[in-house]
């Protein structure tokens, strides 16, 4: 059971470019986010889904995009990536409601220069 | 809006001492609190949970125990290991939201044991 896939696991960079961070999962969740995780800062939620076709904004959206064309996949976009995005990004997924488990992958360490 | 507050660290302490970080609340529904343990170059992985008022979560010789009255999670081991060395993350999901998507975290504390 691979549970919450992450890649790339490195990445950088320059600024201007665009790029997308892979999430998969194989455990049938219905929930799924991304968050970023800085110094000081905790982790920060950028955007989630509730479902295939559902995505939301989290506390952090701007300069980051979302789809969930399936129940497995969830990726994030960089549309155009400035160096206040270097971070570190983890994924997540969980299978219901609030006081479910949430399961992270083991994130992606992205720098822009 | 929801909040977690948490002891800053870091936290150096010598193997078989006992262990308390603290972490403290704001929530405007009925939150299920949570601590999550990120070990060197990996992910967060659950540690421990508690989703109502006075239960007591507990894991790996770690326990919390959900304080509603003073509205604190702190997180305690009695005697520390070298493999303990981390960062603890105290959490929230507040149940008022649809599913618990939106999780709140601390700012992370970091512990390192010291043989």
């Known amino acids: 059971n691979a549970g919450v896939t992450q890649t790339p696991k490195f990445q950088v960079l320059k600024t201007g470019q665009s790029m997308t961070l892979q999430c998969a999962q194989d455990?049938?969740?219905?929930?799924m986010s991304w968050y970023r995780q800085d110094p000081g800062m905790g982790l920060r939620l950028i955007h989630y889904?509730?479902?295939?076709?559902?995505?939301d904004q989290g506390e952090v959206p701007n300069g980051y995009n979302v789809s969930r064309s399936t129940t497995e996949d969830f990726p994030l976009r960089l549309l155009s990536a400035a160096p206040s995005q270097t971070s570190v990004y983890f994924c997540?997924?969980?299978?219901?409601?609030?006081?479910?488990?949430?399961?992270f992958g083991e994130g992606s360490w992205l720098t822009v220069v | 809006g929801n909040s977690v507050t948490q002891m800053e660290g870091p936290v150096t302490l010598s193997e078989e001492a006992f262990l308390t970080i603290n972490c403290t609340y704001t929530?405007?529904?009925?939150?299920?609190l949570f601590w999550y343990v990120q070990y060197p170059g990996e992910g967060l992985q659950l540690l421990l949970k508690?989703?109502?008022?006075?239960d007591k979560g507990s894991n790996k010789g770690f326990e919390a125990t959900y304080r509603k009255e003073t509205t604190s999670f702190h997180l305690e081991k009695g005697s520390v290991q070298v493999s303990d060395s981390a960062v603890y993350f105290c959490?929230?999901?507040?149940?008022?939201?649809?599913?618990?998507?939106?999780?709140?975290f601390g700012t992370g504390t970091r512990l390192t044991i010291i043989p």
């Open positions: 508690a989703t109502k008022a006075d």
């Open positions: 929530a405007t529904g009925y939150p299920s």
């Open positions: 455990m049938n969740h219905e929930y």
């Open positions: 997540a997924s969980s299978y219901q409601g609030a006081g479910d488990t949430i399961y």
């Open positions: 959490a929230l999901s507040d149940r008022s939201n649809f599913g618990n998507e939106k999780l709140t």
């Open positions: 889904s509730v479902g295939a076709g559902i995505t």
